[in-house]
Structure formats: structure tokens, C-alpha cells
């Protein structure tokens, strides 16, 4: 961050002027575009991180300054500053999943789990004590199946909350109370096909592109300062389901633009006849 490029105008919290245009890790799809048999339905568990995700944050002269009120030991950033400041972020979450197939074409799924999300900006690290929650749900709709030659494609749209809590920098001198919730939406068009090597191995490579928007609100709980923003952000990934036994399957995915995202778990079918999940 470079201060000569900064226009002193009072002062605000760091976290508030940074997360509000925070672009955050995108979702993991988890799945290929291969449908359920219908009336079944798959329930799974799924480790989700972002590594070194890079965040440029553009320094506007909006926002609410907190001015001589800033509780003393709170990190703070000049109001109505411009210039670039450059970050990078990191977190873990584990989710589980449930996913419904009701109709031949269509998939119902809601998830929830817990994890945590660490902001570091120039010499600023910012993370909490307590897990924060995730929440979500969504729906596939499968657009065509998948032939001898021609893989299943389908669409995947869904939104999700996940709320943190900051309590600590290594830059206060005392415990800081921000509140950050992420209220994501994303539309995929993924597809995937299957390959029998033999009645042992199977498998099933997917790909796509999301379209993920993040708003962000962040609330710092000692004054009555808020923050919001969105961020659109495009996304290629690619995945590898690999079928074991007759309903249980492995599956792992990753995409790498604006650092490394991941995701890896079990699923595990229920209902129906019993095929490789």
C-alpha cells in the first residue's frame, strides 16, 4: 500500500473499507453433471479451501468514517482514500450435503457446514477465534444426457450464506469485533462423462465455467458501522468423480483463477437401484 497515494480524511475501519469488495472463494460444485436415478437421493461430506487467493481492493472516498469515535486498539484506514490496496486470503470449511432427485431431469440440494477465512492486507492479518457457519441450497437441472459419445451437460444454479466473525488482528493492541456475511449466488454449466475400464475402475472426469456473485456486509459490532459490495467473478474448474462399490464415490475438484480453490469428499446414493454413484 502505498501511502503518498492516500488522501487523509478522517478514519474508518480497515476491515470494513477492505471486505466490502472482498471477492471470496467461489463454490464447489462437488458433482458431475450425471443425474441421480429418480426418486433416489445422495448425501455427502466435502472439504472445501482457498489458498493464496489474491484480492486487489480499489480505495474509493466512500464510506463512513468513524472520525475521533474509533475505540482505541481498532485497525484503521484513512476515509476517502485512494489508491490500490493488495491482499490475499486463505480458509477452510467442511460441508455436507443433501441432494434430492424427485423428476427424471431435476435436482433439489441444500448443504451446511462451518469453517473460517483469514485477511491479510500489507502487514494486516485478520481472523477469529470462533468457527463461522455456511448455509446454502440450490438446484440442477440436467440439459442432456450422456450417450456413447456425447457427454451429460447440465446447469447448476444456487445461493449461500456463510457469516465470520474477527476478533483478532495482529496489527490492534486490542481485540477487535467485525462481523463479515456473504451472501453468494452462482449459475454453472458443467459437463462430464463416464469411462468403464473395466467392472473395477471407473471414471468420471467433469469440467465447466461458474458465474458467482458475492455480496458482502460487513458490521463492526463496537459502532454502528457498516459496509457493503458485490464482486462478479468468472470461473473455469475441473473435477474427477471416481465410482467405489455399488453407491459410494470419491470425487475431487479445483479451479485456479484468483488463487487455488479446492474441494474433495465421499458421496454416498440412497434409493433407486443400486449403481455406481
Not at 241 to 263: D, K, M, Q, T
Request: aromatic fraction near 8%; charged fraction near 20%.
Amino acid at each position: 500500500m502505498r501511502m503518498s497515494r492516500l488522501r487523509l480524511q478522517g478514519q474508518m475501519s480497515l476491515l470494513a473499507m477492505l471486505l466490502s469488495n472482498a471477492p471470496v472463494g467461489a463454490a464447489v460444485i462437488g458433482s458431475s453433471a450425471r443425474h441421480l436415478e429418480q426418486g433416489s437421493w445422495r448425501a455427502s461430506v466435502q472439504y472445501q479451501g482457498v489458498q493464496k487467493e489474491d484480492l486487489e481492493f480499489d480505495v474509493g472516498s466512500s464510506g463512513t468514517c468513524a472520525g475521533n469515535t474509533v475505540p482505541a486498539g481498532t485497525v484503521t484506514f484513512p476515509c476517502g482514500a485512494t489508491g490500490t490496496v493488495e491482499a490475499t486470503g486463505s480458509g477452510e470449511s467442511v460441508i455436507a450435503k443433501l441432494e434430492l432427485q424427485p423428476y427424471e431431469r431435476m435436482q433439489y440440494y441444500v448443504s451446511g457446514g462451518a469453517g473460517n477465512y483469514r485477511l491479510k492486507a500489507s502487514t494486516l492479518t485478520a481472523a477469529g477465534d470462533n468457527l463461522g457457519f455456511i448455509l446454502g441450497g440450490g438446484v440442477k437441472a440436467l440439459v442432456m444426457s450422456e450417450s456413447l459419445v456425447t457427454p451429460a451437460i447440465a446447469i447448476d444454479a444456487g445461493v449461500s450464506l456463510e457469516s465470520y466473525r474477527f476478533s483478532r488482528s495482529n496489527s490492534a493492541r486490542a481485540s477487535i469485533a467485525e462481523r463479515l456475511e456473504l451472501l453468494r449466488t452462482y449459475v454453472a454449466v458443467e459437463g462430464s462423462k463416464r469411462f468403464d475400464f473395466d467392472e473395477n475402475i471407473t471414471l468420471e472426469p467433469y469440467g465447466g465455467v461458474k458465474w458467482l456473485r458475492t455480496r458482502a456486509t460487513i458490521k463492526d459490532l463496537n459502532s454502528t458501522d457498516r459496509q457493503s459490495g458485490n464482486q462478479d467473478t468468472v470461473s473455469p474448474f475441473v473435477g474427477l468423480s471416481l465410482p467405489v462399490f455399488g453407491r459410494e464415490g470419491f470425487f475431487a475438484e479445483a479451479s485456479f483463477v484468483n488463487g487455488i480453490h479446492y474441494g474433495f469428499g465421499l458421496n454416498i446414493a440412497f434409493g433407486g437401484k443400486e449403481k455406481k454413484a
